[in-house]
C-alpha cells in the first residue's frame, strides 16, 4: 500500500525580508528560510509550501495582503509564466542594489579573503530592446496558461513560436512581444509565424522530432546589420520547396534583413554547431564595431549579448590590465578573442586559448580585418593547453586575463597560472559564487585589489564581476 503524502503546509501573512538566487525571493518562518519565485522585500503573503527540507522550503504566493512600496509593474504581457526577467517587479536601481549585494556577499562568504572597497556596479544604460541575439522554438503544442485552463480557452491553432517553459520541455510558450530585443525581431518572428499558419505549415513535434519548422534565430548588431536563421527538418523535397517559400516571404517582406541563412536539422537535438550553415540572402555574417575595430559575428559565433555593456565590460578588464604596450598577455577563454583583440593596441603581444576551434578560427579572422598582427590563437582543453610547458615554449605571461564559464577555472589551470606568476590577473566572470572560490585558491600568491561588478541582463538575476588581483610582494 502507497504512502499518503503529508500535506505540506499553508504559511500565512509572511513578510518577503530579502532577495535570493535565481531570481528568488526569501522569508524566514521559525528559523527556516523559504524561497519565492515573483515576490519582492515588503510583500506580505501567503504561501504555499512546494517543497520543504530541514533547513530550507521552496513555496510560491497564493494571496497578497499587502504589496511592498519597493514593487514595479512588470511592463511585459508573458511575465510570470514565460520564466524569464524575473525581476520586472523591482525597480532598476532596486536591481542593481540587489546585484551589488550578491557580488559582496559571495566574495566575502566563499571567498574569504581580503577585500578592497567594491566599486559601485555599473548599470546598463538599456533596461529593454538589450540583447543582440535571440532563439525562439516553433512547437505544436501551445502551453496553455492557468487562467487560460481555467476559462477553457480553446485556440483554432495550437501551434506556437516563443520560448520552451521551465521544467516543460515539449510546451512552447506563445511569444506576441518579447522586450529583449529591438522591435524587428518581433515582427520577424511573428511573420513566419503568420505566414506557417497561413499555410499550413507543420511545427516540430519536441518529443518525436517530426515536423518541418525547428526554431528562428535573430542577431542584431549595433553597426545597423540583421541576421535571421531558421532551422528546419527537411525530408522530401517538396518540403524544401514549402521551406523556401517562406524564407522568400521573409526577403521580400524585410529588406532590412542583411543575412538570410538556413539550417537543416534532422537531428534529435537542437544544436547546430555541428551543422552545414546556408546562405538564402546577402551575407553569411554581420559585423559589431568596438572603438573602431570591427569583429564578424557568423551563425554560430560566440559575442557578448548585450553590446553595448559589453563596451564597459571590456573597458574595465583594459584598465585593469595596466597595458604600457611592452606586454605578454594572455588572454583564456578568449571566445572569438574579442577581448584579445581588443587589447592588443595596448600590449606587445596577445596569446588567447579557448576550447571551441571554430572560435579560434573567428578570432583570427577578428584580428586580419583590423590588420592586428601581434596575437596568436590556439584552440583547446584549457587544462591540458594551458601547462607549464606552453609557458616555457611561449614565455611567461605579464597580465593573464580569464573569462570562464559558469564554472569557474579548473583547478590545473589555476595551478598552471600560480606557476606563471604574472604580474596581473584580470579575472572577469558572469558567476561571482565560481569567482570566489577560485580567487581563494589564488590567495596564496595573489592579493585583490579592484572589484567592479558590471550589470549585463537587467530584470535577471545575473551579474558579471570584474576583479583584479596583483602578485603579492
Known amino acids: 500500500m502507497a504512502r499518503k503524502r503529508k500535506a505540506l503546509p499553508l504559511l500565512e501573512k509572511v513578510l518577503i525580508t530579502d532577495v535570493a538566487a535565481e531570481g528568488k525571493a526569501i522569508a524566514k518562518v521559525n528559523d527556516m528560510v ?32 499587502e504589496y511592498s512600496p519597493q514593487r514595479a509593474i512588470p511592463f511585459c504581457e508573458h511575465y510570470g509564466v514565460c520564466g524569464g526577467c524575473k525581476w520586472q517587479i523591482l525597480p532598476y536601481e532596486e536591481q542593481i542594489k540587489y546585484k551589488q549585494k550578491q557580488v559582496t556577499d559571495n566574495l566575502k562568504r566563499i571567498g574569504k579573503i581580503e577585500l578592497p572597497e567594491i566599486s559601485p556596479i555599473l548599470g546598463s544604460k538599456k ?60 515582427r520577424i518572428r511573428n511573420a513566419a509565424r503568420d505566414y506557417a499558419y497561413e499555410h499550413n505549415y ?16 535573430v542577431r542584431t548588431s549595433t553597426t545597423g546589420e540583421l541576421m535571421v536563421i531558421v532551422v528546419c527538418h527537411i525530408e522530401r523535397d517538396e518540403e524544401m520547396e514549402l521551406f523556401k517559400a517562406l524564407l522568400q516571404h521573409l526577403a521580400d517582406k524585410f529588406p532590412e534583413i542583411t543575412s538570410l541563412l538556413y539550417i537543416i536539422n534532422n537531428k534529435v537535438n537542437d544544436t547546430i554547431t555541428d551543422l552545414d550553415v546556408h546562405v538564402f540572402r546577402g551575407n553569411d555574417h554581420i559585423f559589431e564595431e568596438m572603438e573602431g575595430l570591427r569583429f564578424k559575428v557568423g551563425p554560430k559565433s560566440f559575442y557578448q549579448t548585450n553590446s553595448e555593456q559589453a563596451y564597459e565590460l571590456y573597458k574595465v578588464a583594459r584598465n585593469f590590465a595596466s597595458l604600457t604596450g611592452n606586454e605578454l598577455v594572455y ?26 576551434p571554430e ?10 580585418i583590423n590588420g592586428i598582427t601581434n596575437t596568436l590563437f590556439f584552440a ?7 601547462t607549464q610547458d606552453f609557458i616555457n615554449q611561449y614565455g611567461r605571461p605579464d597580465v593573464i586575463i580569464t573569462d570562464p564559464p559558469r564554472a569557474g577555472m579548473h583547478q590545473d589551470v589555476i595551478d598552471v597560472i600560480l606557476f606563471a606568476e604574472p604580474k596581473r590577473i584580470v ?43 596583483e602578485i603579492k610582494d
Open 380 to 386: 583547446g582543453d584549457m587544462k591540458d593547453m594551458l
Open 359 to 368: 572560435a579560434i578560427e573567428d578570432a583570427k579572422v577578428n584580428s586580419q
Open 427 to 469: 579575472y572577469v566572470s558572469c558567476n561571482p559564487a565560481t569567482q570566489a572560490r577560485d580567487l581563494q585558491l589564488l590567495d596564496v600568491k595573489y592579493r585583490v585589489t579592484a572589484v567592479q561588478p558590471v550589470d549585463m541582463f537587467p530584470h535577471t538575476h545575473h551579474v558579471e564581476n570584474v576583479v583584479l588581483l
Open 202 to 217: 507543420s511545427f516540430q513535434n519536441l518529443r518525436t522530432h517530426e515536423g518541418m519548422l525547428r526554431n528562428i534565430i
Open 34 to 65: 523559504v524561497f519565492v519565485p515573483y515576490v519582492v522585500p515588503g510583500d506580505v503573503v501567503d504561501l504555499q509550501v512546494k517543497r520543504k527540507k530541514h533547513s530550507y522550503a521552496e513555496a510560491e504566493a497564493v494571496h497578497f495582503h
Open 331 to 356: 588572454d583564456l577563454y578568449t571566445g572569438t578573442g574579442t577581448i584579445a583583440n581588443f587589447v592588443s593596441r595596448q600590449a606587445r603581444q596577445v596569446i588567447g586559448i579557448e576550447y571551441v
Open 127 to 186: 533596461t529593454q530592446c538589450y540583447r543582440n541575439k535571440l532563439e525562439f522554438t516553433f512547437s505544436n503544442k501551445r502551453w496553455l496558461t492557468q487562467q487560460e485552463v481555467a476559462e477553457d480557452v480553446k485556440y483554432d491553432q495550437m501551434n506556437a513560436v516563443g520560448f520552451h517553459i521551465p521544467n516543460a520541455f515539449d510546451k512552447v510558450l506563445a511569444i506576441e512581444k518579447c522586450w529583449l530585443q529591438d522591435e524587428i525581431s518581433n
